[in-house]
């Protein structure tokens, strides 16, 4: 297999200070020179004079300036001596900057933080009292659902109750907040829930019940508790002055009576699928239902014991009315209606006469183009809307097609707006016009010469292109595929089309006038797709033993209704027949870029599925073989930190990994979206060269921000890219999210102009095949010889283990192994992890350094995962040598030089380093996710008879020796696993430790 040969190795992010001892060898080796004018990040492999990579030599490591000397051990990227023959270095170099600048399609005040407006779902409803206005979003995953915002500042948002269930309706009567929420995790659980609207703090109801959630809090008293198909609530209403709460339920064709204030219910109303409700300050209803198969709006009286009785019905000329409200004067009754009107129509609340109408009669079914004044209340695919007024008589109503909720004055001026994009997986950018961007059907219009900023002008919601598109065409990761202006000046696009099991492509043109238009032209689902300049490149989906074919038909005119006409299949290029680790398409045609070409003419596959394999490669336009390849894959039992050298991590549980590969320039950059990383998510993208060597990552992971919400740069599922080149260079990354902030994410892309490739000439030939020497060295290196992805045996590679077996009875309660790989993948030197879970025990690793005697000096260094399981806690900072985990290190007389662990006076209290009974160093627990969990260094040294500790990059601490011990001669080092007297759950792991000595 090709997993990672030695000079790999040495260059990643914790393994760069191993020195491997060279063996006797006889195959030929060869060093080069580069220099450098000025600090840079570089990447180096070996070519063959084809321009073939053969070994990837390191991959993202900065040089200062100078001349700089490497030597290759003529081996390939599989480990095996290459024939003698001239080769060639090649040194990329690059300053290259990348800058997450925020998001497009959220007016947030913020990019980041908990006031940042999003949600998995859209807006559902709102409810104003006050100063306070409270919105419900629905489904939102393991994240809160019901937030207020202050009047006077509407783009930050504040959290309610946290998660739990997913609230949708919500009214308030000025005291309490009545929330409509089920429970996700089970469906059918429907209730109602209250909170204060002084302090936001539960209300308890007399007649309400305790009820808990899968993934959220347990609320202490919910009302109107129903749990079958048939118990979805469709509407909520409170009155102020009243003492009733209305809770409709369309399936029941039931409308709810409830005491606001006990929660009891005091009637049952019969109506045909009751949905919104609104309640004015006199105390009437306003209920929306079906009567005689037309949806209708009756306002109704509402008796001393809850029984309503009608006062009239509005008029006919609501074509299906949607949402109401009653202005704070109770004169006005404001009704979104639906259907083919999508307009704002206002009633005297009175008598029901018509006092205005406001919006643009039949919204966007014959034109896309978004203002102000016009409504996408709802069409077949949905999605509804609400109105709510402020106490001054201005008013919020839902946009909601268009994301966004609307306030406009008493006199429906327009005043502001709240907007950000729900969940998204379709995200492109017009391969011809980089102002326009997409989300879903919604076109933006970005002015790159203004700063990103919610609302400077930046970007502009333009267009909504969704109205009326059937639903065997909408699929919600294939919606406006491949949009580009091609050269007839039209704009098109791709849907995916289902009928029943069959599915193609469909070609849609975005005329610059009128709806979207479904053209005539079409093509089949296998690995097909439309490019920006309208040919069709397609790419075989990988078989071992078989090559991959890159094919492509050019459009060579369009007919006389403006559909594209393409030519006959030609190739582009294709791979020698495929060995199983070769890069290949595995995947699905969501992620898939089927004809990726470089400026320079390298056509790029690239796979984002866990196979074992390399996850990305290039070959030659017209050519029949990969030229290099890269992004290497870790191994499945991998649980370290995400690879920061470009490889592809398979390891950590992840699920859906990787996402796409996309050429720009001479560059490809290919995402990791890591859908379960760690339980978690990735939001990584790197560039890789032309020629196959790594230029840079950005990008975060969800463990390194899991305590700030809406977190710069991190997203969910952002599986959905573009690259773009503008005319004066500057690049761009665009990339879709499922929630983490509610928009679409910009990358800026700088300095790529300081990318430069250095040609150095090698020459195996000129090299003698002798057996060389083996170099000596004072270091020890402790993990050399460890066996690859295995279980550390006892004795064996200087290191002894007790248990000297490994315990696998139970993972919580009886557990003890020690294993190589877990932290790393590497072959050469891996790193040892260990996991120890039981009572009434004690677990020991150590390793001798040989007796060493009256040392001048000496160091012992290495890397340590300490994770959070490793803190002791005890008063005072006292260390219970009964339990807990702790490392030593050991004289020849077996006693304790140093002894070292982590320790917090109390349960999530500061922690700190203690090294001989003294804390060397100390940090707040909510930064200790970020220093355990992850390899730090580590450097114990002794000179002039003095001790000295370092960790974490942390300044040096002089400390005293234990015990009389003889600090000038070390002689092991202990871990130890202590649980004697109290349950232990432990897991660390070690890698490249090595102990250094110098004699007098």
Known sequence: MKKNSTCRCLVTLFTASIFILIAQRSFAQASFTFKLDGTAKTSAGVYTKDGTLVRTLWSGVTYNAGTQQYNWDGLNDDGVAVANDAYVAKVLSNNVRYKWEGVIGNTSDLFSGSSVHHAIERMYG????????????????????????????????????????????????????????????????????????????????????????????????????????????????????????????????????????????????????????????????WLIYSKNSKRIIEKFTVGADGKLASLHILPASLLYPMASAVSPDGKTLVVADGGDSQQLKAYKADNGSLLWTYGTAGGYKTDPNVRNEKFYFNEAKGPGTFIAFQPDGSFWVEDAGNLRAQHFAADRKFIDRIMYLQTSYSSFVDGNDPTRVFSDYLEFKVDYSKPLAPNNGSWQLVRNWGYGIPSEYDDKYNRLRGVATLSNGRTYAVLQQRVSSLISWKVVELPKTGPLRITGANFPNDNTQLYPDG??????????????????????????????????????????????????????NTLLRSGEITSSGIVTVFDGTIADSWHLGGIKVGGNKLLWRTA???????????????????????????????????????????????????????????????????????????????????????????????????????????SVHGGVHRWKIDGLSTIKEQIIPIDLTAKALVAEKPVTSSAIQLMEKLPFNSVLENNKYGWTRNPARDDNTSKYTQWWTVHTNVKTYRKINPDIYIEYSQQNKQAILNRDFNQQSNLFSWTLSGIIDFTQSCVNVGPSYTFDEKNGVHLQVLDKNKKVIAKVFLISAYYRGDVSLVVNGTAIYTFKYDSLMSLTDNWQPITLKMANGRLQIAYANNKSFEIKGLNNADIKSPASIKLVCSSLTKKGNYSLGLDAWKFEKKWP
């Open 126 to 285: 709102m409810a104003i009292s006050g100063n306070n206005a409270y919105f419900a979003v629905g489904y939102n995953e393991q994240n809160g659902s019901s937030f207020r915002f202050s009047t006077s500042t509407p783009q930050k948002k504040i959290a309610i109750l946290g998660k739990g269930l997913s609230a949708k309706y919500v009214a308030t009567d000025g005291v309490n907040v009545y929330w409509a929420a089920n429970d996700a995790a089970v469906v059918n659980n429907w209730m109602v829930f209250g909170t204060k609207v002084a302090g936001d703090a539960e209300v308890s109801f007399t007649k309400g019940k305790t009820q808990g959630t899968k993934y959220g809090r347990s609320y202490k008293s919910v009302i109107d508790l129903l749990n079958n198909d048939k118990s979805e609530i469709s509407g909520l209403a409170v009155q102020k002055r009243g003492k009733y709460l209305f809770v409709a339920h369309k399936k029941l064709n039931e409308l709810h009576v409830l005491d606001k204030t006990t929660g009891a219910l005091v009637q049952r109303q019969s109506f045909d699928s009751p949905l919104g409700i609104t309640a004015d300050d006199a105390g009437h209803i």
């Open 535 to 588: 040919s069709l490149r397609k790419v075989s989906t990988f078989r071992a033993g078989v090559p991959t074919v890159f094919t492509k038909k050019e459009l060579v005119k369009f007919a006389a209704n403006n559909d594209p006409v393409w030519g006959p299949e030609s190739i582009i290029a294709q791979t020698q027949p495929a060995l199983p680790a070769d890069p290949g398409f595995r995947g699905d």
């Open 632 to 738: 290497m894959s870790t191994i499945k039992e991998y649980s370290g930190p995400f690879p920061a050298n470009g490889d592809f991590d398979i390891g950590n549980h992840t699920n859906n990994a990787g996402c796409v590969g996309i050429a720009n320039g001479r560059s490809v950059f290919w995402g990791y979206h890591g859908e379960f990383w760690k339980n978690s998510q990735v939001n990584k993208w790197t560039q890789v060269y032309d020629n196959g060597l790594f230029v840079g990552q950005f990008g975060t992971t969800g463990p390194e921000t899991a305590n700030v919400e809406a977190a710069a740069e991190m997203a969910g599922n952002g599986f959905s890219a573009s690259v773009v080149k503008l005319p004066n260079g500057d690049t761009y990354l665009y990339h879709n999210d499922e």
